[in-house]
């Protein structure tokens, strides 16, 4: 019995001294990172395009239902953590959730490296062999995400600083040139495309759903959630600022834009060129924080396939995934306009119920937590 006391307390001595597998603070960091991935190049030149004067209120709204959504998440994250599930029903829903989860993060990785196929084709090589390209991009996601969270934790927590003053520059210097930002008025004026753009471009958006793969390995203090939509909230303030900026600039012009004009060049020349080539600032810190983030959606991909059929050797999952992401960006998207077809139009669906499902399992877990509650009450009135 003495023993057995102390194998109990040895081992509780070691998971005390086990370190998180992803911080508070990291998760701030990955969260600030996730937010500027896909919404700082192209995304705002499309809104743009589309809904003309109108494209930064757009990428206000996605903004704002994004920290929304935030929430919800970290909020279900936290509660589930806090719970023990077990039993069929909970295998099942398991499975069926990892199944979808995977697929959606298999488009994300898709359009991850289709943008940066566009920025580095277009913008830096031109005679690039995407062949070598590719297969090197796939390669160091594979690395990433075959590694642990802990590890995209820490890159994220050393590049957010970078990241953070690299953007506001960037946006600075958007409002340094010589806009008239009169020419956003008037707003929302017989622009119904403006409308569409949500819903045709979820894809780019909605990336926080992401973190659920880590609910397990996540540190929760008592600010943590809020200081995460924080960190959103200034991403996507930064987002808004430079959308806003193009709006004024190109809103009357939006037969000039198509898809791979990224907002490193046509911020060129909205600044009138008064700081030299800023935009391979953007090009630097972009292609980093773009790198990160496909190791997050790497390792969500690990984690989702994890969920359906376990292995001992999780990594495998990571190159397997790489494999298929090589294969479909040859076959499903070689050319820019069939990527952009497929984001818009046949993945723009599921992206649009995941984005949802941040909000349906808050609303599942605040019932649960109410029927709880009510018998706990119960049980104590009985008593």
């Not at 006391?5 to 001294?17: I, P, Q, V, Y």
């Not at 969260?31 to 209120?57: C, E, H, K, Q, S």
């Not at 590890?151 to 958007?174: H, Q, S, Y």
């Not at 900026?245 to 939006?254: D, E, H, I, R």
Request: with cysteine.
């Amino acid at each position: 019995m003495f023993s057995s006391t102390l194998t109990m307390n040895s081992d509780n001595a070691r998971e005390c001294k086990r370190p998180k597998a992803i911080s508070s603070f990291q998760l701030i960091c990955m969260t600030f990172i996730i937010g500027l991935g896909l919404n700082m190049l192209n995304l705002p030149a499309l809104l743009v395009m589309d809904g003309g004067r109108d494209g930064w209120l757009v990428m206000l709204f996605l903004s704002v239902f994004d920290c929304a959504a935030l929430y919800c998440t970290l909020a279900v994250m936290d509660f589930l953590k806090k719970g023990k599930y077990d039993g069929k029903a909970y295998r099942v829903l398991k499975i069926i959730f990892g199944v979808i989860l995977f697929f959606w993060t298999l488009c994300k990785l898709m359009l991850l490296i289709g943008e940066a196929r566009l920025f580095f084709g277009k913008t830096v090589y031109d005679n690039l062999d995407w062949l070598v390209f590719l297969g090197l991009l796939c390669a160091l996601a594979a690395v990433l995400g075959g590694g642990g969270a802990r590890g995209l934790g820490r890159l994220c927590e050393l590049l957010m600083p970078i990241a953070l003053v690299t953007v506001a520059v960037i946006v600075l210097t958007a409002f340094s040139g010589d806009v008239d930002f009169g020419n956003i008025f008037p707003t929302l004026y017989n622009n119904a495309e403006a409308f569409k753009s949500p819903l045709k471009y979820a894809l780019w958006t909605g990336n926080y759903p992401i973190l659920f793969g880590f609910f397990r390995n996540v540190e929760f203090k008592k600010h943590t959630k809020m200081l995460c939509v924080s960190a959103a909230a200034i991403s996507g303030a930064l987002a808004t600022a430079l959308t806003f900026a193009l709006s004024a600039a190109y809103g009357s012009v939006t037969q000039l834009i198509y898809y791979g004009n990224n907002a490193a060049d046509m911020n060129q020349y909205v600044s009138n060129y008064n700081f030299g080539r800023i935009d391979l600032i953007v090009f630097t810190v972009w292609s980093v924080v773009l790198l990160v983030e496909t190791g997050l959606f790497q390792q969500g991909c690990v984690r989702a396939l994890t969920s359906v059929v376990g292995v001992k050797k999780p990594w495998l999952y990571s190159w397997l995934t790489a494999l298929a992401v090589y294969i479909l960006m040859h076959t499903v998207a070689p050319c820019d306009v069939r990527l952009f077809n497929f984001a818009t139009v046949y993945a723009a669906p599921l992206a649009v119920g995941i984005q949802l499902l941040p909000l349906i399992a808050a609303a599942v877990c605040f019932v649960v937590w109410l029927v709880r509650k009510r018998k706990e009450g119960k049980e104590v009135d009985k008593a």
